[in-house]
């Protein structure tokens, strides 16, 4: 069974810093692209970072700059660093794994504040 726990999400000011982290377990997870998507209420679910089995990574352009992914795949956990925060970054994040089959975890709530 196939299970993404997200951990991190929190309320915090514009300006700020939150580190999220997703736990993978049921999937041989060095194999997989590892990504970050978001979500606000009315909008589509939108790419924030991915990275590859290799390590290489790419990231929407709204966040290049203040948003790092990393992967430890002895740990089978990605981050997502999230640096100098705005109010336009509050949404629900999702965790999500994809080789053949997409998996997503339960989202974590990221707050804002101006």
């Known amino acids: 069974q196939v299970q993404l726990v997200e ?3 929190g309320l915090v000011q514009a300006g700020g810093s939150l580190r999220l ?3 993978a377990s049921g999937i041989t997870f060095r194999i997989y692209i590892m990504a970050w998507y978001r979500q606000v209420p009315g909008k589509q679910r939108e790419l924030v970072a991915a990275i590859e089995s290799d390590g290489s990574t790419n990231y929407a352009n709204s966040v290049k700059g203040r948003f790092t992914i990393s992967r430890d795949n002895a740990k089978n956990t990605v981050y997502l ?6 109010p336009e970054d509050t949404a629900v994040y999702y965790c999500n794994a994809r080789r053949v089959t997409w998996y997503w975890g339960q989202g974590t709530q990221v707050t804002v504040s101006s």
């Open 81 to 86: 660093q999230m640096n100098s925060l705005t």
């Open 7 to 9: 951990s991190g999400g």
């Open 21 to 23: 982290s997703c736990a």
